[in-house]
């Protein structure tokens, strides 16, 4: 079953607040049978309801990166999050897709020490970040690194994004 419909009580949301959930299939992460699933979701109040609110705007908006992110914060709450896992696995799906590198592909950095000073990287994109030197390709990278195929791709995608890495 998609999710194509606005979640959200009149009550509770301004008109420009409203939340539209993203399209995706549901059926595989379902606990119950398809045919008996409603489509609707109870958002929960405060973090978790904000969070939700996140996924659904950068998924609406096609920022997948950004989307997966507030999936897997939602995830880390409640790993059984139906949305969320659908939601991730979509994400995931579209940034391989859109970002796909060939395994000769060999980065590099173009930032400037003052930008990649400002940049805002998490652990991982980091010290992806420093084993880039313009010589290993994508696949060595991979090695080098001991992170996952999928991970080391969207850890280009975000530096790639920052404009602190050129992948061509």
């Known amino acids: ?16 607040d409203e939340i539209k959930t993203p399209r995706f299939e549901l059926a595989p992460y379902a606990r119950v049978s398809t045919s008996s699933m ?22 609406n908006a096609d920022d997948f990166l950004l989307a997966l992110d507030a999936a897997e914060e939602l995830l880390g ?6 949305l969320a896992n659908a939601c991730a696995h979509e994400c995931r799906s579209r940034i391989e897709t859109a970002y796909a590198l060939s395994p000769a592909t060999v980065p590099c950095v173009i930032a400037t020490p003052a930008q990649l000073a400002e940049a805002h ?7 992806l970040l ?39």
Do not use: W, Y
């Not at 609707?40 to 705007?57: D, P, Y």
């Not at 999928?150 to 280009?156: E, I, T």
């Open 1 to 16: 079953m998609a999710v194509d419909t606005p979640i959200h009580s009149a009550a509770k949301a301004e008109a420009d």
């Open 38 to 59: 409603k489509a609707a979701v109870a958002l929960e109040e405060g973090e978790s309801r904000e969070c939700a609110v996140r996924m659904f705007k950068h998924f």
């Open 121 to 127: 990287l998490n652990h991982r994109e980091g010290f």
């Open 77 to 82: 709450d409640n790993p059984r999050h139906t």
């Open 130 to 168: 420093s084993l880039v030197d313009g010589v290993l390709g994508v696949e060595q990278l991979s090695d080098v690194s001991g992170m996952s195929r999928f991970d080391l791709l969207r850890g280009f995608a975000k530096l790639t994004r920052l404009g602190l890495v050129r992948v061509d």
